[in-house]
């Protein structure tokens, strides 16, 4: 597509279900990345993907947290048991790939995915 | 390690007056520096960025930012403010040879121009 997509815009939840977010790059975009923002904190780094590999994981906050990439493309993440400090919006961003501009770390955002756990 | 640093949380201008959102950096060798503005319920969009060169660099919607290395900063600045400027301003640093994988990002400055 156009952009980076991301699904679904908006999920509510209840504290202890599982929930899956989805990021699709921009083609040809071998990098991708998740970031979480919340009310007052910025942006948060969570995970970093080269093709299908994670290289940088340092972000994710907990065990309950986890990423996947495959064919190089989709990614998704996966939060287990959610908890209500989970609440933010989760943003899915991509770039082009080694020696291709991705030294510059221009980034390619989505709209997001706000996810609220009651 | 790499951080940057947007010390107020709201700036407010009137309509045709300049505008400045002040952002500050640490790193440990040369910056690549980054301005990125957040419309509501959207994702970040990219405005302009410093990587080496000229200090002062031109980016979308008539925005510019000036690299001063000496005060570690990278103010964003307009000369003449747009209601239509009232948005999420972030700015982001990156240290490429910090072993860093991504850009560090600010807390975001909310700029509200009133007409």
């Known amino acids: 597509g156009a952009g980076v997509s991301q699904s679904p815009s908006n999920k509510v939840t209840e504290k202890g279900k599982d929930v899956e977010l989805r990021c699709d790059p921009i083609s040809g975009h071998t990098a991708l990345y998740w970031y979480r923002q919340s009310l007052g904190q910025g942006l948060e780094f969570l995970i970093y993907?080269?093709?299908?590999?994670?290289?940088?994981k340092s972000g994710l906050p907990s065990d309950r947290f986890s990423a996947e990439r495959t064919g190089g493309s989709v990614s998704t993440l996966t939060i287990q048991r959610t908890q209500q400090e989970d609440s933010a919006v989760y943003l899915c961003?991509?770039?082009?790939?080694?020696?291709?501009?991705?030294?510059?770390?221009?980034?390619?955002f989505g709209e997001g995915s706000r996810l609220t756990v009651l | 390690a790499q951080s940057v640093a947007q010390p107020e949380d709201q700036v407010n201008v009137a309509e045709g007056n300049p505008l400045t959102v002040k952002c500050t950096y640490s790193v440990s060798g040369n910056p690549y520096l980054f301005w990125y503005v957040q419309y509501p319920n959207r994702g970040l969009q990219f405005l302009l960025k410093y990587i080496t060169g000229d200090n002062l660099v031109k980016g979308s919607y008539g925005f510019e930012a000036e690299f001063n290395k000496s005060q570690t900063s990278f103010h964003l600045k307009k000369p003449s403010a747009l209601v239509s400027d009232s948005a999420l301003y972030f700015c982001a640093v990156r240290d490429p040879l910090g072993g860093y994988s991504t850009l560090t990002f600010g807390k975001g400055t909310m700029l509200l121009v009133s007409p």
């Open positions: 961003a991509s770039s082009l790939g080694l020696g291709r501009g991705w030294n510059t770390g221009e980034l390619f």
């Open positions: 993907f080269q093709g299908n590999s994670a290289p940088d």
